[in-house]
């Protein structure tokens, strides 16, 4: 393995998806971002669009602006979506949050199992799917649990443990696809065939695989699925989530937060609800046009530069971090937090380090790098394989061997953490 730079340099003169990285805004070429996995770049289109859906949409059309595209913008951006993740066009919607629409699922999906009475789970999920799904266990009636399953090192998905947890009991079985603090990657076709098996539903949180790990909703036979936009997707800070339903469920369960967006015929105004065949009824309230339609431009380029080739070029670059981790960060005392095997790796590397936190806050005060941080000590560097370059990754280890070798790091405070 070279760590030269010119073989970065080779690297990126070598990668057919390089041209990319000047669909989006990168005006300070000097900093290095590896945190497109918590939020996003922004696409140069999302500019013009903006401008123009604010100026000619909401200025201009006024109201009218709902009969010309905004009503059915939910179904039009899912559909896109869902050529990202393997489903039919008609089985994704983009609504609310990614935590409401697993709130929505998964009371959906325990109410269709009533005479069950648990919601398996693990303990490496994102502390929001947790929370959800304690919030659903203690409203649904009667009451469930949640079997939380621990990893047995921290960094792998518990597949054994939740092979041993799942029996008739189980009414869903929640994972996150692929894991926020270590990128272990769960087989979606076999864990959903393993709770098929005894007759539970699956519900898959693809917030970090949507835009950077191929998924496949159908060929894995899944049932349900929630997301989000704003990290590999780039729509933007806060741009709303998308849910994915399987067809054949889809006339089976019901939105427990029925809303007018979501009635069949909502004009009618009638006082009882009833439910919009398909999709539509997992759609609650008004669509926050002007955020939802940001999502748009990242997810045409992420279809341009199609999910094949983006994961094949985010192997090759968290393979090439991983390589320089071994020759020039493991001497400094970090340690890899992220399965080597590239089947189970999704598109982030962390490292831990016993300074973990000074280290983060040098690298972004210090070394203009931009990495992101879980608590207590794990330093995640995201690459979103449609603009991170070999020759970023490359700088950035060097600038965090600085960090670490000139003691740059020491005079932050071990004690305090912030968002990134
Ligand atoms: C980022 C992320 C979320 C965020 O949910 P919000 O409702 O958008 O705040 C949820 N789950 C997972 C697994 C995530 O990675």
């Excluded at 303990?123 to 409203?139: E, G, M, R, T």
């Excluded at 929630?226 to 741009?239: D, E, F, M, Q, R």
């Excluded at 009638?270 to 997992?282: K, L, N, S, V």
């Excluded at 070999?390 to 305090?416: M, N, W």
Aim: charged share 25%; hydrophobic share 40%; aromatic share 8%.
């Amino acid at each position: 393995m070279r760590i030269d730079r010119d073989f970065a340099r080779e690297l990126d003169s070598q990668d057919e998806l390089s041209p990319f990285r000047d669909r989006f805004v990168i005006d300070d070429p000097d900093l290095i971002y590896l945190d497109g996995n918590s939020l996003g770049r922004l696409p140069r289109r999302a500019i013009e669009l903006s401008q123009s859906l604010v100026s000619d949409g909401w200025g201009r059309r006024l109201i009218r602006g709902w009969n010309e595209g905004w009503m059915y913008l939910p179904e039009r951006v899912g559909a896109k979506i869902a050529a990202l993740i393997g489903a039919h066009p008609d089985e994704v919607i983009v609504a609310d949050s990614t935590s409401v629409n697993l709130f929505k699922l998964a009371f959906a999906a325990v109410m269709a199992r009533p005479e069950r009475s648990t919601i398996v789970t693990d303990d490496l999920n994102f502390p929001s799917d947790l929370y959800v799904l304690d919030a659903v266990a203690k409203s649904a009636q009667p009451r469930r649990r949640v079997a939380v399953v621990d990893s047995p090192d921290g960094v792998h998905g518990p597949v054994e443990g939740i092979a041993q947890a799942l029996d008739t009991e189980t009414a869903l079985l929640s994972l996150t696809q692929t894991v926020y603090k270590t990128a272990y990657c769960y087989d979606m076709a076999a864990l959903t065939q393993m709770a098929h098996d005894c007759g539970a539903l699956v519900l898959w949180d693809l917030s970090h695989a949507a835009g950077s790990v191929p998924v496949q909703l159908n060929a894995a036979r899944a049932d349900l699925a929630v997301g989000c936009t704003y990290k590999y997707l780039n729509a933007g800070p806060g741009a709303p989530a998308f849910l994915y339903v399987r067809r054949d469920l889809q006339e089976q369960l019901g939105n427990p937060i029925t809303g007018w967006m979501g009635r069949a015929d909502m004009f009618h105004f009638q006082p009882d609800y009833e439910p919009h065949p398909g999709i539509r009824r997992f759609v609650t309230g008004t669509p926050p046009i002007l955020s939802m339609a940001m999502i748009e431009p990242g997810v045409d380029l992420l279809l341009e530069a199609g999910m094949d080739r983006l994961r094949a070029k985010s192997l090759r670059q968290t393979g090439y971090l991983i390589e320089l981790y071994d020759e020039l960060l493991k001497p400094l005392g970090f340690a890899l937090n992220t399965p080597r095997d590239p089947t189970r790796r999704g598109s982030h590397v962390t490292l831990t380090h016993a300074h973990g936190w000074q280290i983060d806050q040098a690298l972004i005060h210090e070394a203009r790098v931009i990495p992101d941080f879980r608590r207590p000590n794990h330093i995640r560097l995201g690459i979103a394989p449609i603009y991170t370059s070999f020759s970023e990754i490359h700088e950035a280890v060097l600038r965090l061997c600085s960090v670490v070798e000139q003691g740059l790091y020491q005079k932050y405070d071990p004690d305090r953490a912030g968002v990134t």
